[in-house]
């Protein structure tokens, strides 16, 4: 069961994308902003994929998603972002730090449901999942120096 975590200030929609997403199958976990989703990081089994809203109250998201990319254990947990303004500097820069994907609040909770299911088939369903990729240029050995 593919396992969630949802970092939304508004409470109205952190509780409809949680029953919904449960609704579907998935393991939710919530937290009201990037502090408590910080915190709760520590506790919890690590997600399969977060949702993290951009604009919230003690720590934004792309503040959350600095820190958590910056993590060892955190860095390859792919994030997508939902924000209900369009903010082009913030959505550039969370996709310049890792991001996914960005899902536009406007949508219905439905559609919104429905592209996070899309992003974590496309996550899960490739050979080897992002989480596991490994990230940056191969160092080169004198193995391979010597075959050139």
Same mark, same amino acid.
């Given at each position: ?7 939304? !200030?508004? $409470?109205?929609?952190?509780? #409809? ?5 449960e ?5 939710? !976990? ?7 989703? &910080?915190? /709760?990081? *520590? ?5 399969d994929l977060?949702? #993290? !809203? ?6 934004d ?12 254990? &955190? ?11 369009? /903010? ?18 406007? *949508? ?6 429905s ?16 989480? $596991?990729m ?5 160092? &080169? ?8």
């Amino acid at each position: 069961m593919p396992r969630m975590l949802i970092i939304e !200030d508004e $409470e109205l929609l952190r509780n #409809l994308y949680s029953e919904l997403l449960e609704m579907k199958g998935f393991h939710v !976990d919530t937290a009201i902003d990037g502090k408590a989703a &910080l915190e /709760q990081l *520590n506790e919890i089994r690590k997600p399969d994929l977060i949702l #993290l !809203d951009i604009n919230m109250p003690e720590m934004d998201g792309i503040e959350f998603l600095r820190i958590i990319k910056g993590n060892e254990k &955190l860095k390859r947990i792919p994030v997508v972002l939902v924000s209900g303004i369009i /903010q082009v500097e913030k959505i550039s820069a969370g996709l310049d730090l890792g991001a996914v994907g960005y899902i536009e609040k406007a *949508n219905s909770p439905v559609e919104v449901i429905s592209k996070i299911e899309m992003i974590l088939n496309s996550i899960l369903n490739t050979p080897m999942k992002r989480n $596991e990729m490994k990230i940056g240029p191969k160092k &080169l050995g004198d193995e391979d120096i010597r075959s050139m």
